[in-house]
């Protein structure tokens, strides 16, 4: 049995701290997937490149006068976004796509303090022991990686010759949020879950733990699809522009390459994992029923599969929508439900995990 987090203090201390640390990361969970969602909003609505410059300090402001306005609209003006695609844009265009972007990048610093000064204050209060510092390190880090990574992924766009920002770069962004995302959660879940709620069960841990393998393959997948404009490539369902499968598909010898630059092969491969995480849902569901007869795990057992099939039908709407402008509001609810979606299988995979490795807990 692990050592316990606060084993200098009361049981009632400490599980008073727990609750406090607990809510704190709980906050944090529910902001980060508001920032991952204010992503997605910046690339629906092309306003990622609208902020030409990085700066961490003065940049938190907007532009407070026309002066001000008219310097960063003539910044904008010289990538090639504004040449090829908007160049019919007035000042006040580019303000409506400047708003998100300065949004995203405002939460992302605001994130930053919700997570510092608490930590600052638990640390003080010795609310945190040293089980956690390292959990927490790692968050910081992870927190930090991923600003920089956004930065890079920006810079892939700003040039005179793309419109948007590297595909996979945005993937590789996207997936590093998600990464962030499942560790705080995780070490939420070891805070939050009471032990006598973690009920052993290695097959459905197994088949659960090969599902979130696949979601994060899906995730990915899914941000090439946006990065990309993949949905155009084939607006139809059930068929695929007409086929069941396109021919001659995955042939040549740069099929690899096609893998993540050819927009109908993701679009392919996307809906596959869709359909194949669908399956292996309602088999974890049905393996579960049999399986679990008490505690939190049964309780929860229904949430993934409904999220499961709420995910594959928004992500139907977003695709046949996808030549029309409503088709954002069912590309955002997508990205949340999946985000759901990930969330829920953590949950899964800890509640059926090894009884008694509670990781940070006490």
Not at 301 to 315: A, E, H, K, N, W
């Amino acid at each position: 049995m692990q050592t316990a987090i606060y084993p200098t203090i009361s049981d009632t201390q400490t599980r008073k701290n727990n609750r406090m640390v607990s809510a704190w990361l709980g906050v944090g969970v529910v902001m980060l997937m508001v920032q991952i969602l204010l992503g997605g909003i910046t690339r629906l609505t092309g306003s990622g490149l609208s902020i030409t410059q990085w700066d961490p300090l003065m940049g938190v402001l907007p532009p407070l006068n026309t002066h001000a306005w008219e310097q960063s609209f003539a910044h904008y003006r010289q990538i090639a976004q504004f040449k090829k695609l908007n160049s019919q844009f007035t000042l006040a265009d580019y303000q409506s796509i400047f708003f998100w972007e300065w949004l995203h990048r405002e939460w992302a610093r605001l994130m930053g303090l919700v997570f510092l000064i608490p930590f600052v204050v638990f640390v003080l209060q010795k609310r945190i022991s040293r089980g956690m510092v390292k959990p927490l390190a790692v968050l910081f880090v992870l927190g930090g990686l991923q600003g920089a990574i956004g930065w890079i992924m920006v810079q892939t766009g700003l040039n005179d010759t793309d419109t948007a920002v590297n595909p996979v770069a945005l993937a590789v962004h996207f997936i590093c949020a998600l990464c962030l995302l499942s560790w705080l959660v995780w070490m939420l879940l070891q805070l939050a879950v009471p032990a006598q709620q973690v009920v052993y069960r290695p097959v459905l841990q197994g088949l659960n733990r090969g599902l979130l393998v696949l979601l994060l393959v899906q995730l990915i997948y899914g941000a090439l699809m946006a990065g990309s404009h993949a949905a155009l490539s084939a607006p139809t369902w059930p068929d695929i522009n007409g086929a069941f499968m396109p021919g001659n598909l995955f042939g040549g010898a740069d099929w690899v390459r096609k893998l993540y630059t050819d927009p109908l092969v993701i679009q392919v491969v996307h809906r596959t994992l869709a359909y194949l995480i669908g399956l292996g849902t309602l088999l974890w569901f049905y393996l579960a029923g049999r399986t679990v007869s008490r505690g939190w795990l049964k309780k929860f057992s229904r949430v993934p599969l409904l999220l499961v099939f709420m995910q594959i039908t928004l992500g139907v709407l977003a695709v046949v929508n996808s030549p029309f402008t409503g088709a954002i509001g069912f590309a955002v609810a997508h990205q949340f439900v999946g985000m759901l979606l990930l969330v829920s299988f953590l949950v899964t995979v800890y509640l059926c995990g090894k009884s008694g490795v509670r990781g940070i807990a006490a």
